[in-house]
């Protein structure tokens, strides 16, 4: 999967726009302004920032060693940068966008929650 289909991705989730927020090289996707992805435009090779719950990262650290490395951002939420490496599919991919997309979604409120 290369940046512009793992932007269109995110896009096509309901409620999620993007923006420049730190310069014009790095690309976020929000849910209704909360932050689940983010990606540099120029990084070679590719990779995205996610947002991760502890247990999963570890279980990506640990099947995918090498591509998956931990960070931590602004509000010290567990993210993982996931480097676009051929050992990931696109199905893998978008299924940790869809988890990083849940996990955001899930700490909303119901009626915000709702109206996705």
């Not at 096509?12 to 689940?36: A, H, I, N, R």
């Not at 599919?89 to 109206?115: F, G, Q």
Request: hydrophobic share 40%; with cysteine; charged share 30%.
């Amino acid at each position: 999967m290369n940046i512009e289909e793992f932007r269109a991705y995110c896009l096509s989730k309901k409620g999620v726009t993007e923006s420049f927020p730190f310069d014009e090289k790095t690309l976020v996707f929000k849910v209704l302004k909360k932050m689940f992805a983010l990606t540099g435009l120029e990084r070679q090779p590719p990779a995205a920032n996610l947002k991760c719950d502890p247990e999963r990262a570890i279980e990506l650290r640990e099947q995918y060693d090498g591509i998956v490395l931990p960070a931590f951002h602004m509000s010290k939420k567990h993210w993982n940068t996931v480097v676009f490496d051929p050992r990931f599919s696109n199905e893998k991919i978008r299924e940790l966008i869809d988890h990083s997309y849940n996990l955001v979604v899930a700490k909303m409120p119901k009626k915000i929650r709702e109206t996705l």
